[in-house]
């Protein structure tokens, strides 16, 4: 008998007002080549008529579930289902993006074959069209892939770096399949944190992890907002501080269980996702807009993550503009500060 009453795969998808997307998501997820899955959406106290789309979806296909929340966030919406889940794999949509129809067929099939508990493929950015746009080349990712597929290589110092030249696998969960079993027994959720929470996640899961799978091909298409309503856009968040700081303390732990490096090169690791964690801090600060009581509430907090010694060394990963911010953070005024970044539509 199949213990899975069988489902192979189960597909998790929290959605919050995305009318706009979530037909062409949960489509894609339906017209995947291994069909023995299920969809468990989650309408996260949407005001408009997503939930309605996707009850018509469901009544056209028996494999959709729908579950509610009130507005909790992402990884709260994702927590609701996770005790529903009946596949052997799990994995998690999101609903403004799509999949390529064998995302599902080929990373669990790599799994498989490597006898693996998690799997990684690469993402293709898309515009709202579906356009192709310019997409990270992960130098990380090909290392995890030469290496025996160890996952510990996917910690190095540009590990930690998110933006459009090196995007971590550490930040996004929609790249990832994942073993239901090690979250079920290992009791595992996301954090009730605004953002970082699919870091937070992946962190835990890999404790549980020696080696990991790269399928080598774009599977996941990537939506980036052209009306600039992408989520990761920036905007000031007041519990900044204490999520990266959690983050920041999850990296560590991780960084001491794994006896792929040497000590100095965990220092490396460490302090230069520090150093990144400082600079958006910084940002965060000045996208407020009472940022001179920001400044002074966070100022200590900031300058207690790096030395300009630590800055000397480990700057590597960053841009010159990156540099400066954190040596004037260090150096210069508040108001030189802002003036700095203002000129460099850092922030506006």
């Given at each position: 008998?199949?213990?899975?009453?069988?489902?192979?795969?189960?597909?998790?998808?929290?959605f919050y007002n995305?009318?706009?997307?979530?037909?062409?998501?949960?489509?894609?997820?339906?017209?995947?080549?291994?069909?023995?899955?299920?969809?468990?959406?989650?309408?996260?106290?949407?005001?408009?008529?997503?939930?309605?789309?996707?009850?018509?979806?469901?009544?056209?296909?028996?494999?959709?579930k729908i579950f509610s929340s009130p507005h909790l966030g992402c990884g709260g919406a994702r927590n609701v289902a996770l005790p529903y889940v009946k596949g052997k794999f799990l994995y998690f949509l999101d609903a403004d993006d799509y999949m390529c129809s064998k995302l599902l067929e080929k990373m669990i099939g790599g799994m498989e074959n490597a006898n693996a508990p998690i799997a990684f493929c690469r993402f293709q950015?898309?515009?709202?069209?579906?356009?192709?746009?310019?997409?990270?080349?992960?130098k990380n990712l090909m290392k995890f892939a030469a290496d025996v597929r160890d996952v510990r290589y996917l910690l190095t110092p540009k590990s930690f770096k998110d933006d459009n030249e090196t995007q971590s696998v550490l930040w996004s969960l929609f790249r990832v399949v994942f073993l239901s079993d090690i979250v079920k027994q290992n009791k595992l959720t996301f954090s009730n944190v605004p953002f970082a929470e699919d870091f937070l996640f992946l962190a835990d899961y890999l404790k549980f992890c020696q080696k990991g799978c790269l399928v080598d091909e774009y599977l996941y298409l990537y939506t980036k907002q052209t009306d600039g309503s992408s989520n990761h856009s920036r905007g000031f968040h007041p519990d900044f501080n204490e999520v990266f700081l959690?983050?920041?303390?999850?990296?560590?732990?991780?960084?001491?269980?794994?006896?792929?490096?040497?000590d100095p090169q965990k220092e490396v690791i460490y302090k230069t996702f520090a150093l990144l964690i400082a600079h958006n801090m910084i940002l965060n600060v000045f996208c407020s807009s009472d940022y001179e009581r920001e400044y002074k509430k966070s100022k200590e907090t900031i300058l207690a993550l790096y030395s300009m010694r630590d800055l000397e060394q480990y700057h590597g990963p960053f841009s010159e503009i990156q540099r400066i911010t954190l040596e004037m953070m260090q150096k210069s005024s508040m108001i030189e500060l802002y003036e700095f970044l203002t000129a460099h539509n850092i922030i506006k």
């Open positions: 008998m199949n213990p899975y009453n069988q489902v192979k795969v189960s597909i998790i998808v929290p995305a009318s706009k997307w979530i037909e062409r998501c949960l489509l894609s997820a339906l017209n995947q080549t291994m069909s023995d899955l299920e969809i468990l959406a989650v309408d996260d106290g949407s005001t408009d008529n997503s939930l309605d789309l996707v009850r018509q979806m469901m009544q056209r296909d028996c494999r959709i950015n898309v515009n709202d069209r579906g356009d192709a746009l310019a997409t990270p080349y992960e959690a983050v920041l303390n999850k990296a560590k732990k991780m960084l001491e269980m794994n006896t792929l490096y040497t």
